[in-house]
């Protein structure tokens, strides 16, 4: 059982280029959750989903799009990097929420430096 | 906007020492409650919640949590320091949106001397 995999681990982007963060579980969770790190600031939600299909904006989407086509997977999309990106970025996942109080699981990141 | 407080964004404490980490939340109605850790280059590791029943809570590691609700606190506790235990450690709340997202306090970074 790997949980919430991540790839890549690191990675140096030039200003204006593209990529994928990859994110995927395997603990059948219908939510998903891409979070942003950066020093003292604690964690920043991005986007999430409730279900395969549906998406949704969190307090800093600005520069990132996601998808999600299957349970398991959701990648996050930056189109044009910029500085401002840099940071860590985590995905998590929890189970159906029949209320709140559910653990999330996180990935171990992706280190994301945009020069 | 609800909001999660962590005071003190650095705590050194001596081995063997208490352990003692802040946290206060926002809301008047009871959240769900979290405590998670990171370690150096890691992702988050859950320490310890709480959701309903017994204000103290048990988790890993020897630490423990009291939520009281009159002070809208959630502070982190552990008898006694091990060198082991220096990491970051974050609180996080869930109000129970239709997102389930957590709201994390912006971290604190637990140092401890030998």
């Known amino acids: 059982n790997a949980g919430v995999t991540q790839t890549p681990k690191f990675r140096i982007l030039k200003i204006g280029q593209s990529m994928t963060l990859q994110c995927t579980q395997d603990m059948n969770h219908n939510y998903m959750y891409w979070y942003r790190q950066d020093p003292g600031m604690g964690l920043k939600l991005i986007y999430y989903?409730?279900?395969?299909?549906?998406?949704d904006k969190g307090e800093v989407p600005n520069g990132y799009n996601v998808s999600r086509s299957t349970t398991e997977d959701f990648p996050l999309r930056l189109e044009l990097a910029a500085p401002s990106q840099t940071s860590v970025y985590f995905c998590?996942?929890?189970?159906?929420?029949?209320?709140?109080?559910?653990?999330?699981?996180f990935g171990p990141g992706t280190r994301l430096t945009v020069t | 906007a609800q909001s999660v407080t962590q005071l003190g964004s650095h705590v050194s404490v001596s081995e063997g020492a208490l352990v003692l980490l802040r946290c206060n939340y926002s809301s008047s109605v009871p959240p769900y409650l979290f405590w998670y850790v990171q370690y150096p280059n890691q992702g988050l590791q859950l320490l310890l919640k709480?959701?309903?029943?017994?204000?103290l809570v048990k988790g890993i590691n020897g630490f423990e949590a009291e939520f009281k609700k009159s002070e809208t606190s959630f502070h982190l506790t552990k008898p006694s320091a091990h060198m082991s235990d220096a990491a970051e450690y974050f609180c996080a709340v869930d109000y129970g949106g239709s997102q389930g997202n957590l709201i994390f306090g912006k971290g604190t970074k637990l140092s401890v001397k030998p």
């Open positions: 989903s409730v279900g395969a299909g549906i998406t």
């Open positions: 709480y959701t309903t029943g017994a204000t």
């Open positions: 998590a996942s929890t189970s159906l929420r029949l209320a709140g109080g559910y653990e999330q699981y």
